[in-house]
């Protein structure tokens, strides 16, 4: 499995807005000093997303709720398959 290079990701995602995205969502306007909280939708798909945004629709907590760059390093340890569940369940029958 190839390793995400999350100086890309990084890079690209803060061109993105951070509300209810299937990839990590870095907003321009972050700052060190924000508290953010890591969300996983029902796909296994991670976003972060700023305290204080409701967590709505397809979209849990994880429980991780930290420094951007903390939330950024958990996503780094936990999400090693980029594909969505329902994409990894179909390769697995096959």
Do not use: F
Not at 1 to 18: E, G, N, Q, T, V
Not at 45 to 71: A, P
Request: glycine share 4%.
């Amino acid at each position: 499995m190839k390793k995400i290079d999350m100086k890309l990701l990084r890079k690209s995602a803060a061109l993105l807005p951070l509300v209810a995205l299937p990839v990590v969502a870095t907003p321009a306007h972050a700052q060190d000093t924000d508290t953010y909280r890591v969300v996983i939708n029902h796909e296994e798909q991670y976003s972060i997303w700023l305290i204080g945004q409701e967590v709505t629709g397809k979209w849990r907590e994880t429980g991780e709720i930290c420094s951007l760059k903390d939330c950024m390093s958990y996503i780094e340890g936990v999400w090693t398959d980029m594909r969505p569940l329902s994409l990894r369940k179909k390769n697995d029958k096959q």
